[in-house]
């Protein structure tokens, strides 16, 4: 499974972002798409996940603010950033979580650069 997101850039405190991941291969009918984040000198963490069926997490930081959704039929993920911060400023990171056969593969995109200026 490949990866390939976009949408990342610089915003000021307030605004928006739309960010995309589009996964192309092997992908299961059961799988479950998200974004993990990672801001510089710290760990890498969950932002939201969303499962085929339409079940999303979200991590208690972004949630209200952030809204991720899916296209099955493109095998595309998305995830709206409203009212940003300067603390969501991180490389954000595609992830695909492939169900087969009882095994779990995890695959994850470039990463793509959201800065949020004050």
């Known amino acids: 499974v490949q990866l390939q997101a976009s949408g990342g850039g610089l915003v000021q405190a307030g605004g928006s972002l739309r960010l995309s991941c589009e996964a192309s291969?092997?992908?299961?009918?059961?799988?479950?798409m998200g974004w993990y984040r990672q801001a510089p000198g710290k760990q890498r963490e969950l932002v939201a996940l969303?499962?085929?069926?339409?079940?999303?997490n979200y991590a208690d930081s972004v949630k209200g603010r952030f809204t991720i959704s899916r296209d099955n039929a493109k095998n595309t993920v998305y995830l709206q950033l409203n009212s940003l911060k300067p603390e969501d400023t991180a490389v954000y990171y595609c992830t695909f979580k492939n169900l087969v056969n009882g095994k779990v593969d995890d695959y994850w995109g470039p990463g793509t650069l959201v800065t949020v200026s004050s």
């Open positions: 969303i499962g085929s069926l339409g079940t999303a």
């Open positions: 291969g092997s992908i299961s009918d059961i799988n479950i």
